[in-house]
């Protein structure tokens, strides 16, 4: 059966103009049947949760649920274990104190933003995306002299529009277009490469 190994986490902060801190919750995992070509399991950075600390315990929860269900475990080093849904939200209550200031996330990772979006837009997809269109259009507009045109790989009535992101003004712009979890035919993706 299939699993996914989360390997490490980090979370990062700003101060918004509420008394809430905004938290951006990154997960390193990699699923246990995913090898890059060296023989090593593949993982990578994922931006799970982007919220104030109720959602980020939220989504911690929902990843506990998935730590019962056998669908997530931890890795400990080159071995993999169980771990407990209580386990799991503990290592969280224990990271979100330790929450570094969002500026330092660009000393920590080299970031890129793909954005997947339509070549032709039908009336489907326009209805699907709704006011989010607009945002769409406006920032790859903005951003097109900088942008890197390709076609999607799956999909070839898509383009992937891609940026390396310079700094945080550009990242937290970027975060305000929907994911993969909103729409399939428009969305954005962040890749992460950790720098040593």
Known sequence: MSYTIEYKRKIYYKNDNFSEKTYFMLVKQGDNNC??????????????????EYSIIGKVCERA????????????????????????????????PKAKPLESMLKDFNIRVDITYPKKMTKDMEKQLGYRKDYFDKIIEKYKGELIVSDDYYHKE????????????????????????????AKRSFYFYEIK
């Open 65 to 96: 649920g998935e730590c019962e269900g056998g669908s997530l475990k931890r890795g400990v080093g080159f071995s993999v274990e169980h771990i407990s849904p209580e386990e799991y939200l503990a290592l969280w209550r224990q990271e979100i």
């Open 35 to 52: 090898y890059e070509s060296n023989g090593q399991r593949v993982k990578y950075w994922d931006l799970a949760q982007i919220g104030w």
């Open 158 to 185: 898509l383009n992937v529009f891609s940026k390396e992101i310079k700094s945080i003004a550009e990242f937290e712009e970027f975060t305000q277009l929907p994911d993969w979890k909103f729409s399939r035919c």
